[in-house]
């Protein structure tokens, strides 16, 4: 397994960190464009709960973040501008544009990282990401989630699963490099079609991959749907299996960005094992021998 720390000290001579900020955009299935609500699963802060906001510019918002991590870091760290909120390519070419310039242009930043999805990659929006990758790494993330269009519907996804290999193709074709986003134990799954997923998206050529649990949200509809005991969530060791299953999937070469991910405790209702970041990581470390 390769593990994002070693592909980035590999590639920049260093550890990375990134800087999480936050756009003023939102998603075609929030605005009801293609849908309303969103993907069920996310909260109104657009799964950015961690992003610096109101900052009067994407250089203020690179700077505070850096400082949260600052004294962790260390002098000779290096960082990523992550735009991750929402989907950071729902706009006008014009303006990510200027914030992808701002961003690359801050001393601090090495790579630029934009979390977006597959159907929100327009002509101009891949000229845009072209010309940025040509000056600095770009690294492109893109919410699968499920290769399953049945599950798509049921977490309000909404678009079409071909749709992610048509991005991955278009985004390997400019320079820039594709990091997948998949999610186990979503509503009605079967362990078969959570590794399914993987395999699609290494078949379709991703670069790199995120793997989180499902978790609960206040404020989501899928709260509700657990609330009402329509949906439950994967256990930590039936968690770990899972993944452990699916990394014997991974092509040489796939990097690792994540194993698992964490809400913010004030919203999390469950699985709750996801709120004790370091009791995971400590089981994570055990169980995978990093």
């Known amino acids: 397994m390769i593990t994002a720390n070693q592909y980035y000290k590999d590639r920049f001579g260093h550890k990375m960190y990134k800087a999480s900020i936050s756009l003023n955009v939102t998603c075609p299935n929030r605005d009801g464009t293609k849908g309303t609500g969103g993907c069920i699963f996310c909260s109104a802060g657009g799964s950015g709960e961690f992003a610096v906001r109101e900052a009067p510019c994407v250089t203020v918002q690179i700077d505070r973040a850096i400082a949260r991590v600052a004294n962790k870091a260390g002098h000779n760290a290096g960082y990523i501008a992550y735009f991750q909120s929402n989907t950071n390519t729902y706009c006008e070419p014009a303006y990510l544009r200027n914030v992808l310039k701002e961003a690359s242009m801050h001393p601090k930043v090495e790579a630029l990282s934009v979390a977006t999805r597959p159907d929100c990659l327009s002509d101009g929006i891949i000229e845009v990401l072209a010309d940025c990758a040509r000056g600095i790494p770009l690294f492109v993330e893109l919410g699968l989630?499920?290769?399953?269009?049945?599950?798509?519907?049921?977490?309000?996804?909404?678009?079409?699963?071909?749709?992610?290999?048509?991005?991955?193709?278009?985004?390997?074709?400019?320079?820039?490099?594709?990091?997948?986003?998949?999610?186990?134990?979503?509503?009605?799954?079967?362990?078969?079609?959570?590794?399914?997923?993987?395999?699609?998206?290494?078949?379709?050529?991703?670069?790199?991959?995120?793997?989180?649990?499902?978790?609960?949200?206040?404020?989501?509809?899928?709260?509700?749907?657990?609330?009402?005991?329509?949906?439950?969530?994967?256990?930590?060791?039936?968690?770990?299996?899972?993944?452990?299953?699916?990394?014997?999937?991974?092509?040489?070469?796939?990097?690792?960005?994540?194993?698992?991910?964490?809400?913010?405790?004030?919203?999390?209702?469950?699985?709750?094992?996801?709120?004790?970041?370091?009791?995971?990581?400590?089981?994570?470390?055990?169980?995978?021998?990093?």
């Open 145 to 290: 989630q499920t290769s399953s269009d049945r599950t798509a519907s049921v977490i309000n996804r909404c678009y079409a699963t071909s749709i992610y290999g048509e991005a991955v193709e278009r985004l390997h074709s400019i320079g820039a490099n594709v990091i997948t986003h998949v999610i186990f134990g979503l509503p009605g799954e079967t362990e078969e079609q959570m590794l399914s997923t993987v395999s699609y998206a290494c078949d379709c050529g991703t670069d790199g991959i995120k793997f989180t649990c499902l978790y609960v949200l206040e404020g989501t509809e899928l709260a509700k749907l657990w609330k009402a005991g329509s949906v439950a969530v994967l256990e930590r060791e039936e968690y770990f299996e899972i993944v452990a299953k699916a990394l014997a999937l991974l092509p040489p070469g796939v990097v690792v960005h994540r194993l698992t991910g964490d809400g913010p405790k004030s919203l999390l209702l469950a699985p709750l094992w996801t709120a004790n970041k370091r009791e995971v990581v400590n089981y994570i470390n055990r169980r995978f021998r990093l």
